[in-house]
């Protein structure tokens, strides 16, 4: 089955087609046959590239509108008849679609076949994460106008893994009336990525999923960690939005509250001046007043930049915070498991992050560190270490590719989306 894997950001599309079938999956070997991706739609001068996997592909500039048009962008280039994707010579050869969303409240517990029903219920959650879910909806309404209505769509929510969570841990300490009222609590996001990497990490280690007990941090230009406990999420810094917890690239994390009414009061900064302020200007950026991205930021640290110094010790600072806080929580960790572009590809941070946690058990190799090859898992723990130190690079579309085909082959088996039951969910 060719699956179009759709992932709507708040001013990005990126897509990638996967070829997978039951014994693909069983194997994990699935097969990328495309992806790309525009950037900064709304503008006139918005960047796309797509490409065949193993061909050049087609890159440039063009005014994109909005979502709807990003995708009829793509739609465009898959029917040219130029494109050369294996397998695939028009929107006909793909047989269905799996889409990354934000939000499912607590209505959504896992991935879901799209129905007009359960569209509305995903359109009733704009409020909760409007810059995502909205290009969300008009990309899985962009799929329907162009694949034709019947098209089989999937609905893969980010933070369903963290659904196992108690109130212990997903409550904030806001009178209760606020939940029950605004359903605010944490969410947890990143939630395919950590399923996949725990996945794999029990394959890898030959470790039935219910026996793994493991902290993963998926470090991007949005990052989190979380507590995995007997294969389920116990906990995650991620909360209610995607900008509680870590210094990320360009949100603050953690941060006092009561900062926010002060800076109301003081710097005549309004709701959205704030939103802006904690998401858009804060974190490495805010920090070194350089770059959000973690390769300039490593860049100007080496050579002497000092706020370039202070955003990473103050990233990687973090990340020991709540390694330690997570390891009490959960009575200890098998593994530390490094994700995301950031955890798969930046020795300096694995090395900084593991720095005094020896005293736990926690003791990184730093050669094995250096030397692991790029886009390969494996463990850069030294042999004597209690806890192992894990590389695992995810993929969240192998994931959605996955719930996809699972979903639509028990629809066709006859079975409705209530009895059907995730893999290791
Ligand atoms: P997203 O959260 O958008 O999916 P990614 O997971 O692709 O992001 O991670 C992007 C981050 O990974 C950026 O901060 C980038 O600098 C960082 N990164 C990528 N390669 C490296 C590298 N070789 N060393 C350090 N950081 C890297």
């Not at 061909?55 to 465009?76: N, T």
């Not at 904030?172 to 939940?179: D, G, H, T």
């Amino acid at each position: 089955m060719n699956i179009l894997v759709l992932n709507c950001g708040s001013s990005t599309v990126k897509f990638q087609i996967i070829q997978t079938d039951l014994e693909m999956m069983k194997n994990d070997s699935e097969r990328c046959l495309a992806s790309g991706n525009c950037e900064k739609i709304g503008s006139e001068q918005a960047l796309y590239g797509m490409r065949a996997t193993g061909s050049e592909g087609i890159k440039g500039v063009r005014p994109l509108r909005d979502h709807r048009e990003a995708i009829c962008a793509i739609f465009d280039w898959i029917n040219s008849g130029q494109a050369g994707i294996e397998g695939v010579s028009s929107l006909k050869d793909i047989q269905a679609v799996g889409h990354r969303i934000l939000h499912g409240g607590e209505r959504f517990t896992k991935s879901t076949l799209i129905d007009d029903q359960v569209l509305q219920g995903i359109s009733d959650l704009i409020p909760l994460g409007p810059l995502h879910q909205r290009p969300q909806v008009m990309g899985i309404q962009a799929c329907r106008e162009f694949m034709g209505h019947d098209i089989p769509q999937v609905a893969v929510f980010d933070p369903s893994f963290h659904t196992t969570m108690r109130p212990i841990n997903y409550l904030y300490a806001l009178p209760y009336e606020y939940y029950e009222r605004y359903q605010i609590r944490r969410y947890g996001f990143h939630g395919t990525s950590y399923r996949y990497v725990t996945q794999k990490y029990a394959a890898l280690t030959n470790t039935p999923i219910d026996k793994v007990n493991i902290i993963i941090l998926h470090l991007g230009n949005g990052s989190s960690v979380c507590a995995v406990k007997e294969g389920k999420c116990l906990d995650t810094s991620m909360g209610f939005t995607p900008l509680e917890g870590l210094v990320m690239g360009t949100r603050c994390g953690d941060l006092d509250a009561s900062i926010l009414p002060f800076l109301m009061e003081h710097a005549q900064l309004d709701g959205k001046g704030l939103d802006d302020l904690m998401n858009k200007k804060s974190g490495l950026l805010g920090i070194s007043g350089l770059s959000s991205d973690m390769r300039d930021i490593e860049e100007a640290a080496v050579s002497g930049h000092e706020r370039a110094k202070l955003a990473l010790d103050m990233f990687c600072l973090r990340l020991t915070k709540y390694i330690g806080s997570y390891f009490a929580e959960m009575h200890g960790a098998q593994a530390i498991v490094f994700t995301g572009g950031i955890g798969q590809n930046s020795p300096i941070v694995r090395a900084q992050a593991c720095e005094g946690l020896e005293c736990m058990g926690i003791d990184i190799d730093l050669a094995l560190n250096d030397s692991l090859k790029r886009g390969t898992a494996g463990d850069i723990a030294r042999a004597d270490s209690r806890v192992k130190i894990w590389v695992i690079p995810t993929n969240e579309e192998v994931m959605i590719a996955r719930d996809t085909f699972t979903i639509i082959r028990n629809a066709e088996c006859g079975m409705r989306n209530s009895e059907f039951v995730m893999r290791n969910a």
